[in-house]
């Protein structure tokens, strides 16, 4: 079959062929082959892939499981034997692997659709939206700084969107926390924001936010029950927990500044914060999105907001928040005009199941990679009765956007879909941000490479070089906090000698 698969009408997919045992021939003798065979993909496209596997007629030999990107790529190629023919993703491959293998740079026909990413907030009884717009330009809060960031990167990142404890407890991000808050009006603070955990696909969004990292740390995955206890709790801005209970699965909160986790109510330090990564549905909930949906519209403090796709601004009692004063409607989103869109990739290898088992393929090669085929062609054909055209009402269920609204192709720049493919995802390049002026580097202000354990190495956030340090050291994840820095704790606290933890009456207390 070449490398690659046009669009075309009268496909010639057999789907009423795949049937749950599938019978091959090798050297003359039929053989049962084991299903389900399993593709791994993005965690956000996790229902549309499902959806399509069934209506494909594909569920007794295929099966879907979430997983990072990364995880996707590197199944691609695993050499020995490639695991996967497809990749599910939210992203372009990153320009690494498009380098080793040119031929899985992706095209027009891989872009399967949209996902307008939205800030989710609770519409109140009388439908009036609490905080109507949130300004993606450069944030006017911190004007003396060299390299300010927007709004978002700063409550979700922090300062310079390095998402470590210097960034986070920064004045500047409690700067954009105030200013976030007295946007809603009738609330003296943002309690908890809640983003999906890094299978989800993040780092597209990163790219767009200028984050490096979320506040709360790391988040790993894969939705599984108690996977949210997986996650870290670093936020240096602390609020209460939210208890498990029959409509939220359990979330870590943490016995801050340690990184001991705790149950809530056990200690008055046992706190959780602001920014919560999610890794597993709540009870009784499809997916982590529509689950950050239902944390905003339960919240009887209207203090909750959430990062997710558009699915979960369409709950009863939600919506989303204007960026730019631009809505994520069909029409801004297709136009590139709404700033936290992203395309959905069903993307391709040009590497065989099994090509490089010693001996030959296999029949269970051969078979596996026949099914995949046969989805990935249905799912971007314009085909008889189905293919595309489900595809986009499938899509749709889920809370994205088609490319069209007719399931024919798009073309030309004024359709995000059939623009011109963006370079592949790097990491994020800005300044490490130096600590503060007048305070020492032995004041603690380092980063680890392990930030939760023994290390060997610890660097300062003014230089990439990393200092040695004896075997076993516990990285100081932990350090002090500056004057104006956010801090936990009474008397001193988290504070630097000679400084006061002192509540600002704004949901956080700072050093003075």
């Known amino acids: ?87 599910p993703m939210t992203r372009n491959f990153q320009s690494g692997w498009i380098q080793a293998h040119p031929n899985w740079a992706p095209q027009q026909q891989n872009i399967i659709g949209i996902d307008p990413i939205v800030i989710v907030e609770k519409k109140n009884a009388s439908g009036y939206s609490r905080c109507p717009s949130i300004p993606m330009a450069m944030d006017p809060y911190s004007p003396g700084l060299a390299k300010p960031g927007n709004l978002l990167q700063l409550v979700l990142g922090g300062y310079d969107g390095q998402g470590d404890k210097v960034a986070c407890s920064h004045p500047d991000r409690l700067a954009a926390l105030d200013a976030l808050a007295g946007c809603f009006g009738g609330i003296s603070f943002i309690e908890h924001f809640y983003v999906p955990d890094s299978s989800w696909g993040t780092s597209e969004i990163k790219t767009k936010l200028r984050i490096n990292g979320f506040c709360n740390g790391r988040s790993f995955g894969p939705n599984s029950p108690g996977s949210n206890m997986a996650n870290d709790d670093a936020d240096p801005i602390r609020h209460s927990c939210v208890p498990a209970d029959t409509s939220h699965a359990k979330t870590r909160c943490t016995l801050y500044p340690s990184t001991a986790t705790c149950t809530a109510g056990s200690s008055p330090n046992c706190t959780q914060g602001l920014v919560v990564a999610l890794s597993e549905n709540d009870p009784n909930m499809p997916d982590v999105t529509t689950s950050i949906g239902v ?39 297709r136009a590139s005009m709404y700033f936290l869109a992203r395309r959905l990739f069903v993307n391709w290898s040009d590497l065989p199941i099994g090509f490089d088992r ?146 600002q009456g704004t949901g956080y207390s700072a050093c003075n």
């Open 1 to 87: 079959m070449g490398g690659r698969f046009m669009k075309k009408v009268g496909s010639t997919v057999l789907r009423t062929s795949l049937a749950t045992f599938l019978l091959v021939t090798v050297g003359g003798n039929a053989k049962v082959v084991a299903q389900p065979w399993v593709i791994k993909g993005s965690s956000s496209l996790g229902g549309v892939m499902r959806d399509s596997i069934a209506n494909a007629g594909l569920s007794s030999v295929l099966t879907y499981s979430e997983t990072t990107a990364a995880d996707v790529e590197g199944a691609l190629a695993q050499t020995y034997p490639p695991r996967q023919r497809i990749a």
């Open 295 to 333: 944390r905003v519209q339960t919240d009887g403090n209207n203090a909750t907001l959430g990062l997710a796709n558009r699915a979960a601004s369409r709950l009863q009692n939600t919506q989303s928040i204007n960026l730019n004063s631009i809505s994520p409607s069909d029409f801004s989103v």
């Open 358 to 503: 010693a001996g030959g393929r296999n029949a269970d090669d051969i078979a596996h990679d026949a099914q995949e085929t046969a989805l990935f062609t249905w799912m971007t054909d314009n085909v008889w009765g189905g293919g595309r055209g489900e595809v986009d009402q499938i899509l749709k269920a889920h809370g994205f956007l088609p490319c069209t609204d007719d399931f024919s192709d798009p073309s030309g720049p004024g359709n995000l879909c059939s623009s011109q493919l963006p370079p592949p995802p790097g990491d994020f390049a800005e300044s490490n941000g130096c600590v503060p002026a007048g305070v020492a580097i032995g004041s603690g202000y380092f980063a680890c490479f392990a930030p939760e354990g023994p290390c060997t190495a610890v660097y300062d956030r003014c230089s990439s070089t990393p200092s040695s340090l004896p075997p076993g050291t516990i990285c100081p994840a932990y350090a002090c906090s500056a004057r104006n820095f956010a801090c936990v704790g009474s008397g001193q606290g988290t504070c630097c000698a000679g400084m006061t933890c002192t509540d």
